[in-house]
């Protein structure tokens, strides 16, 4: 089979450099390639082969000396590595807690918006100046709110007579106040993807659904949910392999991660790993199993929830 | 009939109320920003904490800029985005081109290869990058900054599809007419194109001017820094008070804020059409 299609490329290519005009296709379409081809390959691909040969390595910065090709050595003290494990836990909570939030406030606040109502670029306008805002800034605006002695989250809390907390700093709550500010940020592009999705939905079954006598619930689970299955199942991928990549906000909150690691999230580990205490196989390897998390899970969607998603 | 109408009003109130109360949410920690920005250096100490500054002060801004080189972090961040985007179009609509209306052989091949960098998340490239870039002595330099950004699959892709819109028959009237292929792309593929490449570019900007976990890496000086970064290092090493963090802050965000009021509906459609997230 590969002989035939070589073959066939081969032909081909022969044909091609035989008629001028085609020739000249050739020759453009090759030049016109060049720019990107060139900077693809030296800033993606052979960084992607050097990665994995990297995570087979011993590979110390500092020490040239310290550098050897060690098998499998660096995957295997990852399974057996507390502080990976930790990360990879709490890189699932945030997902796990965040993602259905996300979604069910999104949803309702799309269709809120949709409801024809008055001042929607205003309301629009609010709800999506955090997505576009620098990281950085308003992340260094929630870590002053939940400041434990100056911070306006403590204030609510006093004006609704509940105890002063110390967010960020008790390892219990680091992570909901995490998650909490990156709700904040991120909700209003899922709100603006899902009002997209449902002024897709034609009116006309509304209005037949109206006259057989169907309910708002029903109409929700009847017509909307189902008929917006192709945007939430975008938003459920984009969420999923977002949360495993999720590192600024996060690093602007706690930057070293967390009360005893409560906010250490895999790509902060990677991190320290590599730029803190200067071991790049072991990163590279977990670096490796974050590729390998988000392939498999981006197929697993694929072919498991996309078959039952519903597409007009 | 009655009923109805009184039942659409107080769903109509609901709805009103509901979204009120999530948009005061949402701009809570933006007004929380501006009113500390204002605050004197005493009020900022004032516990519960005041919405309304007693007094208004400006030179907080002066302060900020003059405690860290926010003009120079300014000049670094637009250089190193603007270059970015400018290299980025290029390149995409080159390939874009090639891959939406040039045949030859091998050139799906190569599309697919295009495509599957994609997948390669820059938390695996960044380690090998970042020793490749200590060999070559580019850290903590432009070149280490831009290089490794000069061009993007998914504008290739996007502008690819973009591209295959315009009909192939424009192309052949300009080739009779003796229109070269390069002029082609200049004179009438490009301006024909410009929402695409303004919702693309647009991202692609923002995306950079954001930009967080390689400009940290990349960076050991000040002077070399980016506004997220150096903003960063001043909400984390200065010590400073927190009025002069929130306006540092504030002057961070406002030029972005700024660009989302002129091109609002740009923004939005682009994200609706592309989905792109940045």
Sequence with gaps: MIDQAQAGFASRLRHYLKRPLLRQDLIAGVTYLVPSALSLLFFVIIPVVSALLLSFSKWELLSARDRAFIGLDNYAHLLTSAEFWNSIRNTVYFGVVKIPVDIVVALLIAMLLNREIRGLPFYRTIFFLPVITSTVAVSAVWRYMYDPNFGFANAILKWLGMPAQTWLYDPKLAMPSVILAALWKGLGYDIVIYLAGLRGIPRIYYEAAAIDGANNWQRFWKITWPLLSPVTYFILVMSIINSFRVFGQIHVLTPKGGPLRSTEVIVLYIYRKAFQEYRFGRAAAAAFVLFAIVTVLTQLQRRVIEPRVHYE | ?278
Aim: with cysteine; net charge positive; proline share 5%.
């Design chain 2, 1 to 278: 009939m009655m009923g109805m109408e009184v039942r659409g009003k107080v769903a109509n109130l609901l709805t009103h109320l509901i979204l009120v109360t999530a948009g005061f949410v949402m701009v809570v920690p933006f007004v929380w920003m501006v009113s500390t920005a204002l605050k004197g250096n005493s009020e900022i100490y004032i516990y519960p904490p005041t919405w309304v500054p007693a007094e208004i002060h400006l030179d907080n801004f002066a302060r900020a800029w003059r405690y860290a080189p926010f003009g120079r972090f300014y000049v670094n961040s637009v250089f190193v985005a603007v270059t970015i985007t400018l290299s980025q179009v290029v390149t995409s609509a080159l390939a874009g081109y090639v891959f939406a209306r040039v045949r030859f052989p091998g050139r799906d091949m190569i599309f697919y290869m295009y495509v599957a960098t994609l997948i390669v998340p820059t938390q695996v490239t960044m380690l090998p990058l970042f020793l490749m870039m200590n060999e070559l002595k580019w850290i903590n330099t432009y070149k280490g900054l831009i290089m490794p950004f000069l061009a993007n699959a998914f504008m290739v892709f996007f502008l690819r599809q973009f591209f295959s819109t315009i009909p192939m028959e424009l192309e052949d009237a300009a080739k009779i007419d003796g229109c070269g292929r390069t002029r082609f792309i200049i004179q009438v593929l490009l301006p024909l194109s410009r929402p695409a490449l303004a919702s693309t570019g647009l991202f692609t900007f923002l995306g950079h001017w954001n930009s967080y976990i390689w400009p940290l890496i990349i960076t050991n000086s000040t002077r070399m820094r980016t506004l997220p970064i150096g903003l960063r290092y001043f909400v984390e090493e200065s010590g400073a008070q927190h009025n002069y963090m929130m306006a540092a802050a504030l002057i961070t965000v406002a030029p972005v804020v700024l660009l989302f009021f002129l091109a609002q509906r740009q923004f939005i459609e682009s994200i609706a059409r592309t989905g792109v997230k940045s």
